[in-house]
């Protein structure tokens, strides 16, 4: 696709998959862009402008198909495809993440859990044995390691984010503190759990003095 699409946009697609998904288990064939705006909150002509990105999908008078509208987003998000997940860092984050078993329904499977503490060695987290760093050449080696998440102190991130490039990874899921903007031949998404919750503070204090 040669139309540059803006990260606003993207940013809401995981959400019309979810919405729409919730609307299948509900067993909702077709909806309209006002009915849909009513479920999420957003404006119907936002939710037609962003699906027009792609080329609209829905019909005159009918609304969207909703099997169709959420595979076709599904195809756009790439969930439809496997993609073999690593996780760097087996603290308490590691962990949760290594053991969230609805990634995987959604296309992302954890396949390795890696640390350098030598304690956590062979410790399983869900089917998954805890491996030292130093085994991460040969398992990249071996195996069609897509996505490394990132779950380590900030410190360590940049020059484990690059080895894991020269490795061959081609996505970074970073949750540590620090943002990896500056690294080339790789996509990054920069998760930073503190600032949802300084969001939802900021909130809290306009609610209370409302």
């Known amino acids: 696709m040669d139309k540059k699409i803006s990260q606003a ?3 809401r697609l995981p959400r019309y998959y979810r919405y729409l ?3 299948l288990d509900d067993g909702v064939e077709r909806i309209s862009s006002n009915d849909l705006s009513k479920r999420m909150h957003v404006t119907a002509s936002q939710i037609r402008q962003d699906l027009n990105n792609f080329g609209g999908f829905g ?4 609304g969207y198909n909703v099997a169709y509208l959420h595979e076709e987003i599904g195809n756009i998000l790439g969930v439809h495809d496997t993609h073999n997940v690593i996780v760097i860092g087996a603290g308490n984050l590691g962990q949760a993440i290594a053991g969230y078993v609805k990634f995987e329904r959604v296309g992302f499977k954890i396949i390795g859990l890696f640390d350098v503490n030598p304690e956590l060695k062979g410790k399983m987290v869900r089917d998954l044995p805890v491996q030292m760093l130093e085994d991460l050449p040969e398992f990249i080696k ?3 390691v897509e996505i490394a998440a990132l779950t380590l102190p900030k410190s360590n991130a940049k020059a484990t984010a690059l080895k894991l490039v020269s490795l061959g990874v081609h996505a970074i ?3 540590a503190h ?3 903007d500056d690294i080339p031949d790789v996509v990054i998404e920069n998760v930073h759990l503190s600032d949802s919750l300084m969001q939802l503070s900021y909130n809290i204090t306009q609610h209370k003095n409302k």
């Open 9 to 11: 946009v993207i940013r």
């Open 21 to 23: 998904g919730e609307l």
């Open 59 to 62: 019909q005159q008078g009918y």
């Open 142 to 144: 071996n195996n069609d």
């Open 173 to 175: 899921w970073n949750f």
């Open 178 to 180: 620090v943002d990896l």
